[in-house]
């Protein structure tokens, strides 16, 4: 006679279950946000969605609807940045790593094409706002200066520079991601990844300086 399995019940600690109801509203809430829009979104919704109260999310997020998306978009950051880095580093010239950032944009967007609708939502809805306005340009000051980061690591392992300060040239870039991303919104079936690698890496090359070249314009204007 088999003597069946007793499975152990592993208790969670109370800091341990607080994380867990965290991070179930916050998959909830990116969930219904896509789905519904950041203004059309309510709280309700989105407890329901995680299976918990309405007052289990004022609990994580007393400030409520504002302060609930900004911890979606403080997660956003830190899952978006690493994959930047494995794709970024994993190429062998300076042009193979700026395509590869460009697909790897692009198949980003076409698996998630409502986050930048969202984001450009929220965005405007925090510009009415000084403080929360603040809060979110932190934000993207914090993500632009991580990938700049990498940039420049990769500008150094080819021996290149930029004529302009690398955070503004990640800004650049992402604006143009972003504006694709809404072009997908009315042009589903245009072929806009293809177009986006060409124009991002036209514009990453275009305001790339060579090592040597800088170098050597530096010197020229000293001697004058």
Do not use: C
């Not at 997020?61 to 899952?79: N, Q, S, T, W, Y």
């Not at 806009?192 to 991002?200: D, H, Q, R």
């Amino acid at each position: 006679m088999t003597v069946p399995k007793v499975r152990k019940t592993v208790r969670l600690s109370r800091p341990e279950r607080k994380e867990r109801t965290r991070g179930d509203l916050l998959d909830a809430a990116r969930r219904v946000f896509e789905r519904h829009g950041f203004h059309r979104a309510s709280l309700d919704q989105i407890a329901e969605e995680a299976g918990y109260t309405k007052g289990a999310v004022y609990s994580h997020f007393p400030a409520g609807k504002d302060e609930l998306f900004l911890a979606v978009l403080d997660r956003h950051i830190d899952e978006r940045v690493p994959t930047y880095a494995a794709t970024i580093l994993a190429q062998d010239s300076f042009e193979a790593s700026l395509r590869a950032i460009a697909r790897h944009l692009v198949a980003l967007g076409e698996r998630d094409p409502a986050w930048t609708p969202l984001l450009v939502e929220f965005w405007t809805h925090a510009s009415h706002n000084p403080q929360l306005r603040d809060a979110v340009g932190e934000r993207n000051d914090r993500q632009a200066r991580a990938i700049a980061e990498l940039i420049d690591d990769l500008a150094e392992r080819h021996g290149v520079t930029y004529s302009l300060p690398t955070v503004e040239v990640v800004r650049g870039s992402s604006a143009l991601a972003r504006g694709m991303g809404l072009e997908r919104l009315i042009a589903p079936d245009l072929p806009l990844g293809a177009s986006f690698e060409e124009l991002f890496v036209a514009q990453m090359i275009g305001l790339v300086r060579s090592a040597p070249e800088r170098a050597a314009r530096v010197e020229k204007e000293t001697k004058r």
